[in-house]
């Protein structure tokens, strides 16, 4: 699934909407088991490698047509399965934190042209290389908008976005159960998740059948992700680069 450079998604990504979402993104977003797994609770995994560079910004609309934008970096290395550290480790010339378990860095880098390129210094456990990968555009998702719109989850919805420059999308649907029993302490307390890859059109539209977990009223988050993706081998040693982005929109919804 994954070769140079190629146009692809592989993970979903934790990303706050204006105040919610993630109790503690900062620590480990990331957290493969041994040398490959699931990424951020993702159900697409990543493959098995022995280092991970990941750099990623979120586009989140806010109530009033104002968008607010993350940027966030990370890495994880691997020997015999351990996480180990490198020595030291920037990307773009920017020197990140090499501390297990934690964001690395949160640079504004530039999405959607040249290149994100990391320069990892390593040590026995880590080799010493550089990785390059060509990152999406960041993007938005035009409508429906936060604090505007409602979904119907009787007829559905479709969502139109501006292009992250990738061949596809992953599309994911979640329930906000804390905001939703803030709001209407009769809200559903059942945590539910739809998720699914789509051709980058620039509009993907859900039937009912994909919105069949929101049940009664309340709140929904709609994501949508792209990442492009680098492999190459140092000294016998899969190390992947990723890079990310999102757009996320947070929407009443009723029956």
């Not at 297990?100 to 999405?111: E, I, R, V, W």
């Not at 009787?154 to 061949?167: L, Q």
């Not at 988050?221 to 890079?243: F, G, N, P, R």
């Amino acid at each position: 699934m994954i070769s140079g450079s190629r146009s692809v998604v592989l993970i979903v990504l934790c990303v706050a909407v204006v105040g919610y979402g993630c109790s503690n993104p900062d620590m480990n977003p990331i957290s493969p088991p041994v040398q490959g797994g699931n990424v951020w609770g993702s159900l697409f995994s990543l493959p098995p490698a022995d280092a991970y560079l990941v750099t990623y910004s979120s586009r989140t609309n806010a109530y009033g047509g104002a968008t607010a934008d993350d940027n966030q970096q990370w890495m994880y290395f691997y020997n015999s399965g351990t996480p180990v550290r490198a020595n030291s480790v920037t990307v773009n010339g920017n020197s990140l934190e090499t501390a297990l378990g934690y964001q690395a860095g949160s640079y504004p880098l530039t999405f959607g042209t040249g290149y994100h390129t990391w320069s990892v210094t390593g040590n026995a456990s880590v080799p010493t290389y550089t990785h390059s990968v060509t990152p999406p555009s960041r993007f938005t998702i035009t409508s429906p908008d936060t604090g505007v719109d409602t979904v119907d989850v009787s007829t559905g919805i479709t969502i139109t976005h501006t292009s992250p420059g990738t061949d596809s999308v992953l599309v994911r649907v979640m329930y906000e159960l804390g905001i939703s029993n803030r709001e209407d302490s009769a809200a559903s307390d059942t945590p539910w998740m739809y998720m699914d890859m789509y051709d980058n059109t620039g509009s993907i539209t859900l039937s009912p059948s994909n919105l069949s977990g929101l049940s009664g009223s309340g709140f929904t988050m709609i994501q949508i992700l792209a990442a492009k993706t680098d492999v190459k081998i140092v000294e016998s040693k899969t190390c992947l680069a990723v890079a990310a982005t999102a757009s996320t929109v947070l929407l009443r919804f009723k029956p």
